[in-house]
């Protein structure tokens, strides 16, 4: 079989994340209902939700982005109704935020078996995940990664197809015989269609509004949906036969 360059996005992929942030989402709703008791739960979620999006241009993937989109929301609606800006509500509301960041990561299921796999068939395994070096890397420690990935391990604050272009120039990856597997269409997916890299799909559960778009790439390489990460070896052994015959 040859030897494939698999590269693998990290949150929701290889362990859980948006089920924390929608944890802490809902603490910070439930709070802000308690001091605005005429704004409905759904407008403070799709405002806090319309903050943080906008913030990613600016400020990428950095963690301190999030906590900094419930502050902007208590701010609105501050202005809005006319309520008294306090600095401990403030400051209740950036430490509820950086609070997701201090869970304990959570393999998806079968994520060290379906690594362990791709890892004695050969293949070269990398990570590419977006977010902040800190946050990253203790998410990388808990879950023992390098055990699979040792140093081949990209951290991007904007994780977009110009990141990902720069990691197949880096490791001089040929695009035939290249993949990236994650659950976000807009930093994973379409980068490597943009690339010709194979993309393998797996929809997240309560998936980030963000990372949702259409996926519209003229490529020449596979675009496969898998259910579950498991399915991951057995998809690309059987691309690879279907190549060969």
Known sequence: MKKQNILFNLDDTLSYCNRYFNLVIDEFADQMMAWFDT?????????????????ISEYGLKSDRFPESFVGTYKYYCNLTGREKKKDEIQYLRELGFKVFEIP????????????RLKEEGHELYLHTGGDEANQRRKI??????????HRIFISEHKDTTALSDILKTIKADPNVTWMVGNSLRTDIVPALEMDVHAIYIPAEGEWQYN???V???HSSA??????????PDVIDKYIQDQIM
């Open 39 to 55: 704004i409905t739960e759904e407008d403070i979620k799709q405002k806090q939700l319309q903050l943080d999006v906008a913030a």
């Open 105 to 116: 990561v959570e393999p998806i299921p079968y994520m060290n078996e379906t690594l362990q």
């Open 141 to 150: 420690t808990q879950l023992e990664l390098t055990t699979y990935f040792e």
């Open 212 to 214: 949702m778009v259409e």
């Open 216 to 218: 519209n790439v003229d």
């Open 223 to 232: 675009f496969l949906t898998v259910d579950s990460l498991k399915e991951v």
